[in-house]
């Protein structure tokens, strides 16, 4: 099981490995969110409620629930780093930060225009949800700055990864904190997105498709950029210039 | 007497931090002075950018105190660790026999005794220019009095992580802005609670965990970024 464990933290054999990978999946990708989208925004039946608007909603549901598993994955990607001070665990962090906020943002963007139809309003400070979404955003593009800020590779990464701990704990008070100052500003707030679980089954069939989607492309998306960053920082190896060689 | 120098216990060596740093901030008197003006200046502004109104002021009043709080406390935390990773002495401190958690635990409560106490004292008198209802100060008090340390001690985390980085005046407010949310959010609800006469137990209470969490694991996290900058 350890040989199998160091292995993992090794670069050159998680990017020959996933060499293996790639193309398979990218097919499930491809096919997977491919058939939810067209399902979701050309088959879906509209809400008696909420007409067409309701189908971005598959999107939207897909993405925001997927956002939530980057802090901690950071978390988890940071103790490795911290503890057995494994560079892939690192590699993959640096690109969980950007990515984590792109999807964060993307559920904020999906969520206002859904909310622009259904609610009438592009942005309620009334709901919980909204709120605490936004600040895991801000916390988010606050571990990028700090890895920007820091230049120095060995260091940014440790830094990184304790502020990925410290933000994973913080995500979560936040969440509650802002939950308890809604309900006891605004009690039982009428607007919820389980306003559209009165959909069919199809609604829901279509959902779960387009969140194992929205999950293959994180992977495929984190896989990618990490073969990018074991490329950039392994580049005076000799298993990475035999690569370049033959691949011109 | 060389070998009592020579081997102070943990205890006389967070005095001695301590008493350091007070010493400090004392000769320097402009990381402390500046920061307090910036909460005071803010504050004032508010009124001329809003309305002179009496009832306008006192519904917005907490938040405004609050708010100013977090920003200043921020801006003196940039002072926390700056001088003495300049001058070296930080490195003494990591190098010490004693526990770094420790130190820096005095370092925080040095700092907060000349940057945050003020705010708290000075507190009611800004609240009566912000026409806050004369029951809450009391509450407004207490609760600055929980919130402020705790705002220090979360800070520090940001602080340490920062500290070798030239100009990082902004990063800093990027990191420590988001995390300060619970503390702002119960801190103004206490003083809300308490303007329109609702019992404000709750709000203390749960400001003093977050304050007794702060305190416990805000230091070790503090001092393990502190080894990861200073190396």
């Given at each position: 099981m350890w040989v199998w464990f160091a292995k993992l933290g090794s670069p050159k054999w998680f990017y020959e490995l996933s060499t293996k990978w790639l193309p398979w999946l990218v097919v499930a990708t491809v096919v997977v969110i491919g058939t939810a989208t067209v399902w979701a925004l050309l088959f879906l039946p509209p809400d008696y409620q909420q007409g067409y608007t309701s189908r971005i909603l598959v999107v939207h549901v897909a993405v925001a629930g997927t956002s939530l598993a980057f802090f901690p994955l950071m978390a988890v990607a940071g103790t490795i780093t911290l503890v057995w001070k494994?560079?892939?665990?690192?590699?993959?962090?640096?690109?969980?930060?950007?990515?984590?906020a792109w999807f964060s943002f993307i559920t904020l963007a999906t969520g206002s225009i859904w909310g622009s139809v259904s609610w009438g309003t592009w942005w309620e400070w009334s709901d919980s949800r909204l709120v605490s979404m936004l600040f895991q955003f801000f916390l988010l593009l606050g571990v990028v700055s700090l890895r920007s800020a820091l230049e120095e590779s060995d260091k940014a990464a440790k830094a990184c990864a304790l502020l990925s701990i410290v933000g994973c704990i913080n995500v979560v008070v936040i969440k509650y904190s802002v939950e308890w100052w809604n309900t006891l500003h605004q009690p039982a707030s009428p607007v919820s997105i389980e306003s559209g679980s009165a959909n069919g089954p199809e609604f829901w069939i279509a959902t779960a498709l387009m969140i194992l989607g929205v999950y293959l492309f994180l992977s495929l998306s984190l896989i990618l950029s990490t073969r990018n960053e074991i490329l950039m920082r392994e580049r005076r190896s000799l298993w990475v210039q035999e690569l370049m060689s033959t691949e011109k | 007497m060389p070998q009592a120098i020579a081997k102070p216990t943990t205890w006389s060596a967070f005095m001695l931090t301590l008493k350091r740093d007070l010493l400090i901030a004392f000769k320097r008197k402009n990381d402390i002075v500046n920061p307090f003006m910036f909460f005071v200046i803010v504050i004032s502004l508010f009124p001329l950018a809003i309305s002179p109104d009496g009832d306008k002021l006192a519904e917005i009043a907490a938040?405004?105190?609050?708010?100013?709080?977090?920003?200043?406390?921020?801006?003196?935390?940039?002072?926390?660790?700056?001088?003495?990773?300049e001058d070296g002495s930080l490195e003494m401190l990591l190098l010490s026999p004693h526990p770094l958690f420790f130190l820096v635990l005095a370092k925080n409560i040095a700092h907060w005794l000349v940057s945050g106490l003020p705010v708290v004292i000075a507190s009611p008198l800004l609240a009566y220019m912000l026409k806050l209802p004369s029951e809450s100060y009391v509450t407004l008090m207490l609760t600055l009095l929980v919130g402020t340390p705790t705002l220090s001690l979360i800070g520090s985390i940001a602080v340490a992580l920062t500290v070798g980085l030239g100009s990082r005046g902004l990063i800093l407010a990027v990191i420590t802005l988001p995390f300060s949310?619970?503390?702002?959010?119960?801190?103004?609800?206490?003083?809300?609670?308490?303007?329109?006469?609702?019992?404000?137990?709750?709000?203390?209470?749960?400001?003093?965990?977050?304050?007794?969490?702060?305190?416990?694991?805000?230091?070790?996290?503090?001092?393990?970024?502190?080894?990861?900058?200073?190396?």
């Open positions: 494994m560079k892939l665990a690192d590699m993959v962090a640096k690109n969980a930060a950007a990515l984590g | 938040g405004v105190i609050w708010i100013a709080v977090l920003l200043s406390a921020m801006l003196s935390m940039d002072s926390l660790f700056r001088a003495d990773f949310v619970p503390v702002l959010i119960f801190g103004t609800l206490a003083v809300q609670a308490s303007a329109s006469g609702l019992p404000t137990g709750g709000y203390l209470t749960l400001l003093l965990a977050i304050l007794a969490a702060s305190l416990s694991l805000a230091p070790l996290t503090s001092a393990a970024a502190l080894r990861i900058s200073v190396s």
